[in-house]
């Protein structure tokens, strides 16, 4: 067979790059209920070795006791966030009608303004449908997602402890593996340290505003910032439609929102 050109090459290469890329695509999506708790477990993993490292080596512990000591101590962790977020989802469910008539009156307080400047739009029908909007459902669906995510914690932590478990840390360590392991986790520790911090600070001062879901609110803005820039700005948005509904005046909601 005649052999290939250097353009023949490049686009034989380039035509099994896209191929692989879209089989590995297809693969992970497929696959993704098992993926994504290994990926989670991986980064969990790196937080909780250096936990169990300190437990073997300073305080002679074993290892799988230094194991079970550390997952135990994140499972609290996990089981707070999810008690915190379902109370204050619950507490959504139960004020649903009062937060509906609310939306109702700040919809029809617009209104007013813009019958007043002479635009006559169908405020009748807008306000049906605001008073027809699904809160209690969406508010169940939110349950529904967090009670999801803490059924998966059982697999993680399975995964978590074939990784923890694994690891040597008496093993010597060098050369690209020994600068990519510091790296990865100097970046974790930092990354982790800033979005607590957001969180608190958020937490916090939407708490001092006396706004409703001020937890939740918190809790998520320490997620949302690991997705990097539109996380924050998404993060700053979630609180605006509750202040709306929630405050009778406009002040508190820019105070929410600086």
């Known amino acids: 067979m005649p052999a290939f050109t250097t353009e023949q090459s490049r686009l034989v290469t380039t035509s099994l790059v896209i191929l692989a890329a879209i089989a590995a695509a297809a693969a992970l999506a497929y696959t993704r209920s098992i993926m994504v708790p290994f990926v989670l477990a991986v980064f969990i993993s790196y937080l909780v070795s250096p936990v169990v490292d300190l437990l ?5 512990v074993p290892r799988l006791a230094g194991v079970f000591v550390a997952l135990l101590l994140g499972l609290v962790a996990v089981a707070l966030l999810a008690l915190l977020v379902t109370t204050s989802v619950r507490g959504l469910l139960s004020s649903a009608d009062v937060y509906q008539e609310k939306l109702a009156d700040l919809v029809a307080r617009i209104f007013g303004v813009l019958d007043r400047m002479g635009l ?10 605001v008073r027809r909007l699904p809160i209690a459902s969406f508010a169940q669906r939110t349950l529904g997602t967090v009670v999801g995510i803490v059924s998966k914690v059982g ?3 399975i995964f978590v402890i074939y990784l923890v478990s694994a690891r040597r840390p008496s093993a010597p360590r060098g050369g ?9 986790r100097k970046y974790l520790v930092t990354k982790i340290t800033a979005s ?5 600070l958020v937490g916090l001062i939407l708490w001092l505003f006396r706004l409703d879901l001020a937890l939740v609110f918190g809790i998520t803005a320490f997620l949302l910032n690991f997705v990097p820039s539109i996380g924050s700005i998404v993060a700053t948005l979630l609180p605006l ?12 909601v820019l105070g929410v929102l600086l």
């Open 241 to 252: 439609p509750i202040a709306l509904v929630q405050y009778d005046s406009l002040w508190p």
């Open 155 to 157: 697999l993680v932590t």
């Open 176 to 184: 690209i593996y020994k600068e990519m392991d510091a790296k990865v």
């Open 196 to 200: 607590a911090a957001t969180g608190i």
């Open 56 to 60: 073997q080596l300073r305080f002679r």
């Open 120 to 129: 006559d739009l169908s405020q009748q029908s807008f306000l049906d449908a």
